[in-house]
């Protein structure tokens, strides 16, 4: 039960961060929510959906090396059969398990990758505080994504 609530919450923090945080930022419904969340997401990940993922990805190889040492000590840990109920509801062929476990790094990598091309403000702007964005702060930043839109623009033209 443990491992199945452990999945389910990554899962929506992972869905959250590829596709449901862009999305939720442009609903004037969900602006509260946004004012409620800002200093959690400045505190655990800099509202940065990179730094997220990649937070989700070194967590989640905390807990496997967490587990294996502690198999090593506790001979009676075993979970190749929750590993097996899970891959058995999910109709995966014995053959094609350990492919399926790498492929899903692999894929966490691409989205990793994705994210990254998606980024278009350093880090320090994302991780303003929205209390701190003061009018001339907020016309700064804009000078700062105008003038990075252009040099984009110039590098574009530069190579054709």
Do not use: C
């Amino acid at each position: 039960m443990l491992w199945g609530i452990l999945i389910a919450v990554v899962a929506v923090v992972a869905f959250y961060a590829i596709w449901g945080r862009q999305w939720l930022k442009k609903q004037p419904w969900a602006q509260k929510f946004f004012a409620l969340v800002d200093p959690l997401e400045l505190t655990l990940f800099k509202k940065s959906e990179t730094i997220l993922v990649g937070r989700l990805l070194w967590i989640s190889g905390l807990l496997v090396t967490v587990y294996d040492a502690a198999a090593v000590f506790i001979s009676s840990l075993d979970l190749t059969p929750l590993t097996t109920r899970i891959f058995d509801w999910l109709q995966v062929p014995l053959d094609m398990r350990n492919l399926l476990a790498t492929a899903f790094i692999g894929i966490l990598g691409l989205l990793i990758n994705q994210l990254r091309m998606a980024t278009t403000k350093p880090l320090e702007l994302v991780a303003v505080p929205a209390a701190a964005v003061t009018p001339e702060v907020a016309e700064t930043m804009a000078a700062a994504d105008e003038a990075k839109q252009q040099a984009v623009a110039a590098v574009a033209e530069a190579k054709h």
